[in-house]
């Protein structure tokens, strides 16, 4: 299986920063790579695809970036909704697998 | 816009098999990969497999030996059966719909409780 990494498990931001978020996959999954927003009590919800294709709806202050085994989520000018967890999972190979989640806090 | 829904009970003895449901509304079921997907806080997000209108599945192997999964094109749903269960296997069980690799539509999640 491809082991997806994100190296910190929360990061202490303020409103307004720049945040980035980091993935590490354990092998080279080219850009096959998504981004997951979850709140407490939802299910998660597709932030960006494909490394860098952002999903319909979502807010263009995120992009993703990256290839091959390392990988990031940034977030321009944080807003108050968007505190919440942040997952990668690679969709290079079956079984698809996630990270264990970046938990943005105040 | 499609919806999809989970449901099944909440309470399931050890040894015994889980089975759950996905209602998906608002469009087809044919055309698309729909997935099972768990998380408990132990092991985060786990992928457990996914199907495909034409009967085609793929299990996460860690899982292959216990789960079973099948659709009903005419009901518009999807279900999942897990054996022979322990406690390890109580988490939050979510259906999705997948497209390019990435899940883009999720069910809301149900708890499932392992216990006697």
């Known amino acids: 299986d491809i082991q997806m990494t994100q190296s910190a498990s929360s990061l202490s931001v303020s409103l307004g920063d720049r945040v980035t978020i980091t993935c590490r996959a354990s092998?080279?999954?080219?850009?096959?790579l998504n981004w997951y927003q979850q709140k407490p009590g939802k299910a998660p919800k597709l932030l960006v695809y494909d490394e860098s294709s952002l999903q319909d709806g979502a807010p263009a202050r995120f992009s993703g970036g990256g290839s091959g085994t390392d990988f990031n989520l940034t977030i321009d000018s944080l807003q108050p909704e968007d505190f919440a967890t942040y997952f990668c999972?690679?969709?290079?190979?079956?079984?698809?697998?996630f990270g264990q989640g970046t938990k943005l806090e105040i | 816009q499609v919806q999809l829904r989970e449901s099944g009970p909440g309470l399931v003895k050890p040894s015994e098999t889980l089975s759950l449901t996905c209602t998906v509304s608002g469009d087809s079921i044919i055309d698309y990969y729909f997935d099972w997907i768990r998380q408990s806080p132990g092991k985060g997000l786990e992928w457990i497999g996914y199907l495909y209108y034409t009967g085609r599945t793929y299990y996460n192997p860690s899982l292959k030996s216990r789960v079973t999964l099948s659709m009903d094109t005419s009901k518009n749903h999807f279900s999942l059966n897990l054996s022979s269960v322990t406690a390890a296997d109580t988490a939050i069980y979510y259906c999705?719909?997948?497209?390019?690799?990435?899940?883009?539509?999720w069910g809301q999640g149900t708890l499932v409780s392992v216990s006697s």
């Open positions: 092998q080279n999954i080219r850009n096959y």
């Open positions: 999972q690679q969709s290079y190979s079956a079984p698809y697998t």
């Open positions: 999705a719909r997948r497209r390019r690799g990435a899940f883009t539509d």
